[in-house]
């Protein structure tokens, strides 16, 4: 059985390259077909926030590489509740909001972590 | 046991050495390393072109000399690496770039040589950061 | 299924050690080193109540004390406490 793995992303969408190299390892195991979850915290939920336009900064714009998730079967989408209210957020529309102690369950469950 | 180690920092990071001696260290405890992957700012470890001060530790040498007496799998994201300039000779033609600055003991691959190392590791291990 | 946690950045300029502190189980354990090891006198590291642990060789370079309710480790001690935990988390 395959060992699975959460990626913990933590930067913003346009801070350097991280944001996005952090979602490729994501889609890299899901072309695999290996058990990937992603989790958004402190900074990381800003991936999340809607409306955003990448091409005001000449950035990729990332939220093709989101929506590809599901295609990719990766269904284990999570963001921190705690990051998205310290920045003002409101829940997404597209990960399942988790607090602190959560989080820590959660992390308990896959056999190998990430955090970028 | 078995360890797949990835370093996420530039060869003068603090973290980079630090994977460096924990790599030694698991070697010298008996233990095996599935694979070494260069990720992000990793991928810099393995350029030949660095030249680090007289007075300071090089260790981009260091790590090559590790992967060639132990005969490692030491893998670069080729992603990465072409993000940063970092490319082999077959790299460098393709994109048609003056000169190539990685080559042996170091192979360009793609991210499915993390996934792969990882789960045929019985741990997966990350160095980044300062 | 415990984690080990690995931080590496100083406390005082960067958030990682406030946010493992806040996401981290009763059974994980936190590594500090590199400018990790400016975490050492964290107040709020000892009353979260995990098992800290230091790099010896940053905690020398820096001289800081060692306080009772940690331990330091050399790397084979390290490479030995990735093995006693299920996992290594590296806040990168």
Same mark, same amino acid.
């Given at each position: ?116 | ?64 000399? !590790?992967?060639?007496?132990? @005969? #490692? ?5 080729? +992603?990465?690496? &072409? ?24 192979? !360009?691959?793609?991210?499915? @040589? #993390? ?5 045929? +590791?019985?741990? &997966? ?6 | ?92």
């Amino acid at each position: 059985m395959s060992k699975s793995l959460l990626v913990i992303s933590r930067q913003a969408p346009w801070s350097g390259p991280s944001a996005r190299e952090a979602l490729d390892i994501v889609l890299a195991g899901g072309a695999f077909d290996l058990p990937i979850g992603v989790l958004f915290m402190d900074d990381g939920v800003f991936q999340l926030a809607p409306h955003q336009d990448a091409k005001a900064v000449q950035q990729k714009d990332l939220s093709a590489n989101l929506q590809a998730l599901g295609l990719f079967g990766i269904d284990d989408v999570f963001a921190c509740s705690h990051s998205l209210g310290e920045r003002g957020l409101t829940q997404p529309a597209n990960a399942q909001s988790l607090d602190s102690e959560a989080i820590a369950k959660m992390i308990d469950r896959y056999d190998q972590v990430m955090t970028l | 046991m078995k360890f797949a180690i990835a370093v996420f920092s530039a060869a003068h990071a603090p973290s980079s050495r630090r994977a460096l001696l924990f790599a030694q260290a698991a070697l010298a405890g008996g233990h095996e390393i599935v694979r070494l992957f260069f990720y992000q700012d990793g991928v810099y470890g393995a350029s030949n072109n660095i030249v680090a001060p007289q007075d300071e530790q090089d260790i981009a040498r260091q790590w090559r000399e !590790l992967v060639n007496v132990h @005969q #490692l799998d030491g893998v670069v994201c080729i +992603a990465a690496a &072409l993000r940063r300039g970092v490319l082999n000779a077959e790299e460098a033609t393709r994109y048609q770039r003056s000169a190539a600055n990685l080559d042996a003991p170091w192979a !360009l691959s793609g991210l499915g @040589q #993390l996934h792969d190392a990882a789960q045929a +590791a019985d741990r &997966l291990i990350c160095f980044g950061g300062p | 299924m415990s984690t080990l946690h690995v931080v590496s950045h100083s406390p005082f300029t960067d958030s990682r050690l406030d946010s493992c502190l806040r996401i981290c189980g009763a059974e994980d354990a936190i590594l500090l080193c590199g400018d990790g090891a400016y975490g050492l006198h964290n107040a709020a590291l000892h009353t979260k109540g995990i098992k800290v642990f230091v790099l010896a060789e940053d905690m020398q370079a820096r001289n800081l004390p060692l306080p009772d309710w940690a331990d330091s480790v050399d790397y084979p001690g390290f490479v030995q406490l990735s093995l006693d935990y299920s996992k290594v988390n590296t806040w990168l």
